[in-house]
């Protein structure tokens, strides 16, 4: 069943259950009102045919029953009964009538009062003392109107049920088909994305509420897939170029070698120099075991717990010995106590790379001027601040700084590939983290970067 | 140390302005003044009982405060303090006294017109700075975050 069909069914019982349970109360409600009140009339003629009978002797009878037929309402089917009772002893004095149940005649005697309900009859009886004697009046009756009535309001209900339950139905499918319709466009995405297309992203991906959330959970798994994938294809495409050049080396010299006969002294050097690019190629191939056994292990990328402070110092210490003269300033003055708030799960040597990246583009374009960076935490994140006075970056060439190879327009002086920043925001990203830029022209960047930290992620 | 005013419309993203505020003038100690437009009250009942610092922490979220603490945190050798203040009057000279009584010279403000307010009572004051503060910096900021939804309209219940 498609949840559409679902959601509308469930919503359409639902609201029947609680409409039907509504009517059948109104229902019985008027009912039982109309039944009362047209006791209380059948108890007021009761009373109006009492005192007839009573003061039979002292008034003329004909007239006070014209009076009352004509002026007072008769109710339809009205029939009156008066029995001489003995109220002391319980018992009539003349026959009762059969047909009604004993019951009644002794509520009567009890409470002086009782109503009872046969087929389409209302009785009242009602016990009254004289100076005569005691004597019980019953009167009975037919409520045409409210049976009428009745009738009347259980089928407009009725009616009022069904039209409600269609419109109930149109409206819940209308809303289901709605509520759903951004399921159905993230699934028509989610199946066009291939591998040649990994960089496309869903366009549902605003809005705070579950969808977009969705959505976003989609986004964000598809930039860890991307990362991955680039990561690969580039490890690659470097791997190889690295190991072309000291094998065309090699060749080039052996052909050389090979050209024509050659004195001892020459083939000695050339001996020599194929030496020197093997033994580079040597180590080479035994620096890219050792990332592949790091790095790419044979589930994939080692995830270990890292100390951030500790990864900075040993970034720190490599930048020392590269660019000497660089004035990074480190502030751990922040630190939390607590060893868990400042580790977090992730694989060390592309998190090195990541902010060694980002710490060298700081010395690099700020020209070996200061550059701070900070550690703190907070409960749920590891947050890193790296601050320096260089050239900035161009506010309308913040956006793209993202894209490998893209230079700043400012940056053209300054050596390098446009390769680092693209890398450690991918780096970054793929450990659930945020980076993020904020520059201004020759006054210098402000890199904000925010991982979680091991209280949050027990694994990538 | 320098005052700089810096128009917020309490939401997160316009915390950003700071840290923009910042990068433009390093290694100086710097008083932030948040500032906020308001239209005072129209009847003499509530103008008897407007309380500014009320109004202020009524627009507060939790979340706000806290990414206000982290950026202190972060920045601690250099920001002194960050105030809210309500500007509550109409015209340029009221601004230029609210200016003075501030000691205020410089101001960091978005280039697009992104300061939007959930009530209306409040205003953005981006032009009257524009107009009247000496040093105002223009920074790109984008609000990415997502204008607040009206919180008892019916309207997002239905826009799925």
Known sequence: MQLRTKITSIFIGLTSLFLTGIFILIYFVSKTYTESEFYLRLSQRATIAAQAYLEADEL??????????????????????????????????????????????????????????????????????????????????????????????????????????????????????????????????????????????????????????????????????????????????????????????????????????????????????????????????????????????????????????????????????????????????ELPANENAITLMGSESLLKVAIGNILENACKFSDNKKVCIKVFSDTSSILLTIKDEGVGIPESELKNIYEPFFRASNARGIEGFGFGLPLAYRIIKMHSGEIRVLSQINKGTLVKIKLPNKNTTKSL | MRNILIPTDFTIASLQLI??????????????????????????????????????????????????????????????????????????????????????????IPKSNSIQYPSRKFFDTTKFIKKNVKNAIEVPVEFTEEAPQKKYSLISLFNL
């Open chain 1, 60 to 333: 003329n009878i004909d007239i006070y029953d014209d009076i009352r037929i004509l002026h007072l309402m008769t109710l339809p089917n009205e029939k009156e009964v008066i029995y001489r009772v003995d109220a002391e002893r319980k018992v009539a004095l003349t026959q009762l009538d059969k047909s009604l149940p004993e019951r009644f005649y002794q509520i009567i005697f009890d409470t002086e009062y009782a109503e009872l309900k046969k087929d389409n009859y209302y009785y009242t009886g009602l016990l009254f003392h004289d100076k005569e004697g005691d004597f019980i009046v019953v009167l009975s009756a037919t409520d045409l109107y409210g049976f009428g009535k009745l009738d009347n309001l259980r089928n407009t209900l009725i009616v009022a049920f069904f039209i409600s339950i269609l419109f109930i139905f149109i409206l819940g499918r209308v809303y289901a088909t709605q509520a759903l319709s951004p399921i159905s466009k993230i699934i028509k995405e989610v199946n066009s994305i291939r591998a040649e297309n990994l960089s496309f992203r869903l366009g549902t991906a605003n809005g705070n509420d579950e969808l977009g959330q969705l959505a976003k959970t989609f986004n964000n798994m598809l930039d860890r897939l991307q990362i991955s994938f680039d990561l690969q294809s580039n490890f690659i495409n470097n791997a190889s170029h690295e190991l072309r050049n000291p094998l065309t080396a090699i060749l080039g010299r052996t052909e050389i070698a090979l050209n024509k006969v050659r004195s001892k002294e020459d083939y000695l050097s050339i001996l020599k120099n194929i030496e020197l690019e093997a033994s580079r190629l040597d180590f080479l191939v035994n620096g890219l075991l050792k990332l592949a056994k790091t790095d790419f292990d044979s589930k994939g990328i080692v995830i270990e717990p890292i100390r951030l402070d500790e990864l900075i110092l040993d970034i720190k210490k490599n930048i020392d010995t590269s660019t000497p003269e660089n004035e990074i300033e480190l502030d751990f003055e």
């Open chain 2, 19 to 108: 840290e923009y505020a910042l990068l433009n003038f390093p290694n100086t100690k710097l008083n932030i003044v948040l500032i906020a437009g308001f239209t005072l009250p129209d009847t003499r009942w509530t103008i008897f009982h407007f309380n500014e610092r009320e109004q202020i922490r009524k627009q507060i979220s939790e979340e706000f405060n806290e990414a206000k603490r982290l950026i202190v945190r972060e920045h601690k050798e250099v920001i002194e303090n960050i105030t809210f203040q309500l500007f509550t009057g109409v015209n340029s000279f009221a601004f230029q006294n609210f200016l003075q009584q501030h000691e205020v010279t410089d101001a960091v």
